[in-house]
């Protein structure tokens, strides 16, 4: 199971960063060029969380079996100072938690804003700070920290 999960979630992760940089995108040029904010716009907003929090789920299961943090669990002296097995076991999911954190605070306050400039705007911001947390802590097949291919087979 830990396999199929772990394969799942790095494929997923595309569907995740595609759709947090399409509503990013569409906050900025919403925010720049004053268009309205349409039920499109939100159900972006939505979804995009909706696939956040899927990921994030995927991630929370993967944590609790993953072999890599039971190893750092039990072997914290030690462990922590492996840069690999520290990056799984807390820099990435600790980053991760908190990047969709951010995120979510930014849907729940696009949902106050009052006009649609704010609207876009709030998601704009909020987003892309969100989104550079989560680019921070991928596993890039080119890290010089830790590497994963970009996709696994």
Do not use: C
């Not at 947090?20 to 969380?49: C, D, E, M």
């Not at 990435?92 to 938690?97: D, V, Y």
């Not at 605070?105 to 709030?122: L, M, Y």
Request: hydrophobic fraction near 50%.
């Amino acid at each position: 199971m830990y396999t199929e999960l772990l394969l799942f979630h790095s494929w997923f992760r595309w569907l995740a960063v595609l759709s947090l940089l399409y509503a990013i995108f569409l906050g900025y040029r919403g925010w720049l060029t004053q268009k309205p904010f349409l039920k499109f716009h939100n159900s972006v907003r939505f979804i995009t969380i909706l696939i956040l929090h899927l990921q994030l789920t995927l991630g929370i299961l993967l944590y609790y079996i993953s072999p890599i943090t039971s190893y750092f669990i039990k072997n914290f002296n030690n462990a922590v100072s492996q840069q690999e097995i520290r990056f799984f076991s807390l820099d990435h999911s600790t980053a991760m938690l908190f990047a969709i954190v951010i995120v979510s605070i930014g849907a729940s306050k696009v949902k106050r804003k009052t006009t649609d400039r704010e609207k876009f705007k709030t998601m704009a911001i909020w987003f892309s700070i969100g989104f550079l947390f989560i680019l921070a802590s991928i596993p890039w097949e080119f890290s010089p920290y830790v590497s994963r291919p970009l996709f696994r087979y």
